[in-house]
């Protein structure tokens, strides 16, 4: 199997602004991923998320997809979600050895008990298993919005040690954040993760364009900030539910505000309205210039 080098070039500022985004997808997107796949730069990452009702079999041939179209997957790995640490090493070597894995994504997951043995990422990246299977770069959440579980320190801590386990692994962390309505908060949150000496490339959650009830189930669903203010300054009205936005406004105020002082940044679209109308809204938007 020939795999290309990972991509982008986190040492070089991005040029469009655009250039070097990830995008995000479920097992049951294949075929949305092949319609738009001629719309997307090769070798841009594409997560496959860990929903609960999917089986493994189904994610495995979603990394291939994702592979087959000269794209980086990159599976989510949900610790609570996970049955047993057969199940975790076995998905593991399952997309490595199929769809040439090599960035993977860990989180805790939504069950408030754990399914199996995995109370957090923490305890699956402290197995050895990533890197034993060749892994070169492990993701991690950032929450600009705070975690409903922690204090706002505790998110620095959690943070700190996880990308220092990860370094001391020999494997690359990577930041991705939930999504956000809020280019401010976003921007204070990054200058605040490298003002605390974390230095990992990170990627800023973005949702893609989509119905305006669409966009607020989501957040309601994910705990994402949506109050007027903030849907105003998006460009969204809550009083006008039967509207559909792109985050034109946002991507506007992150690439105004973005400097030397927020570090290594890309984008990490969440296509709420589809894969190719997010393609064609980014296509389109860095067209525009």
Wanted: hydrophobic share 40%; aromatic share 6%.
């Amino acid at each position: 199997m020939a795999i290309p080098k990972i991509h982008p070039n986190w040492e070089r500022a991005p040029e469009p602004f655009l250039d070097g985004y990830s995008l995000e997808m479920t097992a049951k997107d294949i075929a949305g991923l092949r319609e738009a796949a001629p719309l997307i730069a090769p070798g841009t990452p594409v997560a496959v998320t860990f929903l609960p009702g999917e089986e493994p079999r189904a994610r495995v041939e979603a990394a291939k997809a994702v592979r087959a179209l000269g794209l980086e997957p990159m599976p989510h790995f949900s610790a609570r979600r996970i049955p047993s640490r057969e199940a975790f090493e076995g998905y593991l070597q399952d997309v490595v050895r199929e769809a040439g894995v090599r960035r993977c994504f860990v989180i805790a997951g939504d069950p408030p008990t754990p399914e199996g043995p995995f109370e957090d990422s923490s305890s699956m990246i402290a197995t050895g298993a990533f890197e034993r299977a060749g892994i070169q770069a492990i993701g991690i959440g950032g929450h600009p919005e705070g975690h409903p579980n922690m204090t706002r320190q505790q998110c620095w801590d959690v943070l700190h040690s996880k990308c220092a386990d990860i370094q001391q692994r020999g494997m690359a962390p990577l930041i991705v954040t939930q999504f956000a309505f809020d280019a401010d908060g976003l921007l204070n949150w990054l200058k605040e993760l490298r003002a605390r000496g974390l230095d990992a490339p990170v990627r800023l959650g973005v949702p893609g364009p989509a119905g305006i009830k669409t966009l607020l189930r989501f957040a309601s669903r994910c705990g994402v900030g949506a109050s007027a203010s903030v849907m105003a300054k998006y460009g969204l009205s809550i009083t006008n539910l039967l509207g559909s936005a792109g985050p034109d406004k946002l991507v506007d105020a992150l690439e105004a505000g973005v400097g030397p002082e927020h570090g290594r940044v890309r984008l990490h679209f969440y296509p709420f309205g589809g894969l190719k109308r997010t393609v064609e809204w980014i296509n389109d938007h860095a067209a525009k210039g």
